[in-house]
C-alpha cells in the first residue's frame, strides 16, 4: 500500500520563526489534506490541497502531485501553533492514509 | 452549518465490557462517514466507513464493529473490551461527492 512519510517528525521553533513541513507519499493520490491536532486532540482541517498552492493566513501549503510530496508552510511562528500536523491520502476509494506526523513547539 | 457530535469525551472501561461510542453529525445529508483510532498520540488508524445506511467497510479486523442506523448516525461497538483497545477513537465525516474529512473531537478510552 501507500506509504505517508513526514518529516521531521520534532520539531522546536521560537516564537516568531517560520518552519517548512514535509509530506512524502510513494504513489499518486486522489485527495491530500493537511491537518493540526491541537494539545486537547481535536483534529482542525488546515488545507484540503491535492495539487497546486493555496494560502490562509500565516500558513500555506504547496503539494506537487507528479513529484509525491506536499509542503506545509508555518509563518511567523505563535505559541498557539504547537501541536501535531499530519498529512493524509487518500489513493482511491475511501481509505485514507495517515503520516505518522510532526509534532511542533513553539517557545515563547 | 455541519457539525459533529462524538461522545463521550472520556471513557474508563474494565477488560471485558462491552462499548458503544456515538457519533452524530448535523447540517448535511448522506454523509459519508468514518471511525478512527489513535494509538501513542501519533498516527491515525481507518477503522471503520460507511457510504449509507447499513453500509460498513472494515480495514482493520479486530475486536470491534461499527454500525450505521441512520443517515447521520455512526456507532462504534465492542462485545467485549480488550487491554489493547484503549486509545483516542475519532469520528470523522465527508461529503459524499468529495472526500474532505471533518473530525469530531474524539472519546478517550482506558480499558482497565
Known amino acids: 500500500g501507500i506509504q505517508v512519510e513526514q518529516s521531521p517528525p520534532d520539531l522546536i521553533l521560537q516564537e516568531g520563526a517560520n518552519s517548512t513541513l514535509r509530506c512524502n507519499f510513494s504513489d499518486s493520490v486522489n485527495n491530500l489534506q493537511w491537518f493540526h491536532q491541537n494539545p486537547w486532540g481535536q483534529l482542525i482541517n488546515l488545507f484540503y490541497?491535492?495539487?497546486g498552492t493555496k494560502q490562509n493566513g500565516r500558513l500555506s501549503a504547496t503539494t506537487v502531485a507528479t513529484e509525491r510530496y506536499s509542503l506545509l508552510y508555518i509563518s511567523s511562528s505563535q505559541t498557539t501553533d504547537s501541536g501535531v500536523y499530519f498529512c493524509a491520502v487518500l489513493t482511491g476509494g475511501f481509505k485514507t492514509i495517515f503520516g505518522a506526523g510532526t509534532r511542533l513547539f513553539v517557545k515563547a | 452549518s455541519q457539525t459533529i457530535h462524538q461522545w463521550p469525551a472520556t471513557l474508563v472501561q474494565p477488560v471485558g465490557s462491552p462499548l458503544s461510542l456515538e457519533c452524530t453529525v448535523e447540517g448535511t445529508s448522506n454523509p459519508n462517514l468514518y471511525w478512527y483510532r489513535q494509538a501513542a498520540g501519533r498516527g491515525l488508524q481507518l477503522l471503520f466507513y460507511s457510504v449509507g445506511i447499513g453500509q460498513i467497510s472494515s480495514e482493520v479486523p479486530q475486536n470491534l464493529s461499527a454500525s450505521r442506523p441512520q443517515d447521520r448516525q455512526f456507532i462504534l461497538s465492542s462485545k467485549k473490551l480488550l487491554l489493547s483497545d484503549s486509545g483516542f477513537y475519532l469520528c470523522a465525516w465527508s461529503p459524499s461527492e468529495l472526500n474532505i474529512q471533518y473530525f469530531g473531537a474524539g472519546t478517550r478510552l482506558s480499558v482497565l
Open positions: 490541497i491535492p495539487s
